[in-house]
């Protein structure tokens, strides 16, 4: 069976008053599919998710859910009539009613309204709290009877937006793991923004990665991180740095880490300038190659750690090994490239040489 279309966002353009935040946005989500939306601050994710909701109005372009138009230019569907869910940041679960009262609000008038709210409970884990009000609970409960609430009247579409960013670390983990779970288990659709990619992997189908306002890439988190389509994708997904290389042939470009082969080929001439991007699990223990690099910093993860690596001519790499060998900084190590995925740009005066890259991403080291 093919899967069926839900949510298309069409050549949207939305934001405020005479601000476009966001342009020429299109993707399409199939139902029971988790989406999200990633990118830095202030990038458009949470405007799209308005948009979306129906509390902001689109300026060009439409969204269509569940085969109805529900906004374009001059139109937007009011939001309570669109079937669509919605989980924020801050819990806002309403504090005079109950718990139990709060996931019961949107469905009053449901003749197993009891009923349903003891299921949507007990599926949250909260089937003994459900007389306790919003203050007795703690970030992680309030967020699962916000959960339960936006359930309740069977959305066709649940938006969350940051829904684990006031919550802190293992229990944003643990949380992140469950939502999808109750999600896939439903068989609920839902839309999702973060700007942290860890959340975003661990819940969503496909992931959309924007920058200031454009849709970069509209991908699964593997083919995201293996197969990034922009330099920007590249360094804000994962970690990795760029080498400076040589196009030799389609699939082999000379970096002074030796020719690299992979699997895809390029079309630019041979001899084209390209940067090309290493993964920290590209770059292999190798103790008999004749490719040395010094170790100058390292972070023991628990089961692999994350070595810093300089070469003789000063670039330096990121590199994962596993753990039970320990290697000191100071000490050379045999290396090798494994970048099956070999992934190249075209170098200066492209787009990449362009682009401001987040700390924590991809660094452009070495040039020739
Ligand atoms: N109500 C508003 N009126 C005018 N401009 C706004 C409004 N809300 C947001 N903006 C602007 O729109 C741009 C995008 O904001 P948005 O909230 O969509 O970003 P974001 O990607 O969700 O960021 P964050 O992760 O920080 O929430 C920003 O430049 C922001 O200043």
């Given amino acids: 069976m093919s899967p069926r279309l839900l949510l298309s966002l069409r050549g949207l353009a939305c934001g405020y008053q005479d601000h476009q935040v966001v342009q020429q946005l299109n993707l399409h989500l199939n ?56 989980v924020f940041q801050d819990y806002a679960l309403f504090p005079h009613l109950t718990v139990a009262e709060n996931v019961a609000f949107g469905i009053r008038k449901h003749p197993q309204r009891e009923q349903v709210t003891a299921e949507l409970l007990d599926l949250v884990k909260l089937g003994h709290l459900g007389k306790r009000y919003p203050h007795e609970l703690s970030g992680g409960q309030q967020q699962r009877v916000s959960l339960a609430r936006a359930l309740a009247p069977e959305p066709k579409l649940l938006l969350l937006d940051e829904p684990f960013s006031n919550l ?23 839309i999702l923004v973060t700007h942290d990619q860890e959340e975003a992997f661990a819940v969503s189908d496909h992931v959309g990665v924007f920058h200031e306002g454009r849709l970069q890439q509209w991908d699964t988190p ?21 080498i400076r290389g ?21 079309t630019w001439a041979a001899g084209s300038a390209v940067d090309v991007l290493l993964r920290p699990d590209d770059i292999v223990y190798a103790p008999d190659s004749p490719l040395q690099a010094q170790i100058v910093g390292k972070t023991f993860l628990g089961a692999a750690t994350l070595y810093r690596l300089q ?18 900084p100071g000490q050379s190590v045999g290396i090798r490239v494994a970048a099956d995925h070999l992934v190249l740009f075209a170098a200066q005066g492209s787009v990449a040489a362009q682009v401001k890259l987040p700390e924590s991403g991809v660094r452009r080291v070495s040039s020739n």
Avoid: W
């Fill in 168 to 190: 802190d670390g293992e229990l944003r983990r643990r949380l992140s793991h469950e939502v999808r779970d109750i999600l896939k288990a439903r068989g609920t659709s839902a």
């Fill in 31 to 86: 139902a029971g599919d988790i989406g999200c939306l990633l990118g830095p601050s202030g990038c458009g994710k949470t405007t799209t998710l308005r948009a979306i909701a129906g509390f902001e109005p689109v300026l060009e372009g439409e969204i269509e859910l569940g085969g109805e138009v529900i906004s374009r230019a001059g139109f937007t569907l009011a939001p309570e009539k669109r079937r669509i869910g919605m």
């Fill in 222 to 242: 593997y083919n995201l991180y293996h197969e990034p389509l922009t330099p920007f994708v590249a360094s804000f997904v994962g970690q990795g740095y760029f």
């Fill in 246 to 266: 040589q196009l030799q042939t389609p699939e082999t470009v000379h970096t002074e880490l030796g020719v690299i082969r992979g699997n895809r080929a390029y």
């Fill in 311 to 328: 070469l003789s001519t000063g670039t330096q790499l990121e590199a994962i090994f596993p753990s039970h060998a320990d290697h000191q």
